[in-house]
């Protein structure tokens, strides 16, 4: 089992700044990558960014150059730093894991998801 916790959201005027964090718990050595995903009003939920275990990360072009993906493995905690947000930001943002183990001779792979933080941004 794995548990994630987002924070960090909130309201913010264009051209500002939020950090988001998610606190991974649980079965944590079992998680290979970590992604942010959002979902603004009447639209799917889409990928914003993701880390892998190595620490290399994608970033969605939409946000690329204004969006940072950030893990620290001490911590279980993953990091959105998001700058110069624009009105189109605005969504609710999801940590999401994939964890991956090995059992019976058999690899196993699971994606686990927070509860969302609100991200609003104002024009």
């Known amino acids: 089992q794995v548990q994630l916790v987002e924070s960090g959201g909130g309201l913010v005027q264009a051209g500002g700044s939020l950090r988001l964090s998610c606190s991974a718990s649980?079965?944590?050595?079992?998680?290979?990558?970590m992604a942010w995903y959002r979902q603004a009003p009447g639209k799917q939920r889409d990928l914003v960014a993701s880390?892998?275990?190595?620490?290399?990360?994608n970033i969605v072009d939409s946000v690329k150059g204004r969006f940072t993906i950030s893990r620290d493995y001490a911590k279980n905690t993953v990091y959105l730093q998001m700058n110069s947000l624009k009105p189109e930001d605005t969504g609710v943002y999801y940590c999401n894991a994939l964890a991956r183990w090995d059992h019976v001779e058999r690899t196993y792979e699971e994606d686990y998801w927070g509860q969302g933080t609100q991200v609003t941004v104002s024009s």
């Open positions: 880390i892998s275990s190595s620490g290399s990360t």
């Open positions: 649980g079965r944590t050595r079992s998680i290979e990558s």
